[in-house]
């Protein structure tokens, strides 16, 4: 899961995917952000092919934190085709988390 990609931009990172993109907005102080390492890992390993997973520290990226309106760590996220469709904020399980992400991909 933790494979590191560099672009342009965020939004570039997005709208270049064919997949719905799961952004973790996190902060490495953040104790339930560090609970979700190993729960996404779950997730991403039973979502394979279906969607992308990708960690977003809003300590060195403020600014998306701010656009997305982030407030509560940790964050999640999914976009469809670069747009938000669907936004979980705290820990969760990864069984309920798969199927939560079930029904909105």
Not at 1 to 7: D, P, R, V
Not at 64 to 78: G, Q
Request: charged fraction near 20%; glycine fraction near 6%.
């Amino acid at each position: 899961m933790s494979t590191k990609k560099q672009f342009n931009s965020f939004e570039e990172m997005l709208s270049g995917s064919d997949l719905p993109v799961l952004v973790d907005f996190y902060a490495d102080w953040c104790g339930p952000c560090q609970m979700m390492v190993p729960i996404l890992e779950q997730v991403n390993a039973q979502l394979t092919g279906k969607m992308k997973i990708v960690k977003i520290d809003t300590e060195k990226y403020p600014q998306l934190a701010s656009a997305y309106e982030i407030s509560a760590l940790p964050t999640l996220v999914l976009f469809k085709k670069g747009k938000p469709v669907d936004r979980i904020e705290g820990a969760m399980g990864a069984p309920q988390l798969v199927q939560h992400l079930q029904t909105m991909l």
